[in-house]
């Protein structure tokens, strides 16, 4: 059974960093890459960030270019998203995803096949 299972989401402020956690099981890690999607209440699911099967090459939304890092540890089946400089424009559900691309970077959701649940992410001002 496949899964991908967010953590490290929470309430901080404006200035603060997170790291989210996403743990896959149920399908060969290194055989997908990985990205993380954020969606705010009435609004689509937008693209943060992506990264390759091998962490080799990664992409991001221009909105958190230089703020966030996105990463993978293939030994241990998890992507993590760091965010420091949190706004509160990053307010959103923060989701990770697996795609059977391996390279090169993919930024759109219909190319992602695995979803985790989400994981809740608030920065007051």
């Known amino acids: 059974q496949v899964k991908l299972v967010e953590s490290g989401g929470g309430l901080v402020q404006a200035g603060d960093s997170l790291r989210l956690s996403c743990a896959a099981s149920g399908f060969t890690f290194t055989g997908y890459g990985m990205g993380w999607f954020r969606q705010c209440p009435g609004k689509e699911r937008e693209f943060v960030a992506a990264?390759?099967?091998?962490?080799?090459?990664?992409a991001y939304a221009d909105s958190v270019k230089g703020r966030f890092t996105i990463s993978r540890d293939n030994a241990k089946n998890t992507v993590y998203l760091q965010m420091n400089s949190l706004k509160p424009e990053d307010t959103a559900v923060y989701s990770c995803?697996?795609?059977?691309?391996?390279?090169?970077?993919?930024?759109?959701?219909?190319?992602?096949?695995?979803w985790g649940q989400g994981t809740q992410v608030t920065v007051s001002s």
């Open positions: 990264i390759t099967w091998d962490g080799g090459s990664t």
């Open positions: 995803a697996a795609t059977r691309v391996r390279v090169p970077v993919v930024r759109t959701t219909p190319a992602y096949i695995y």
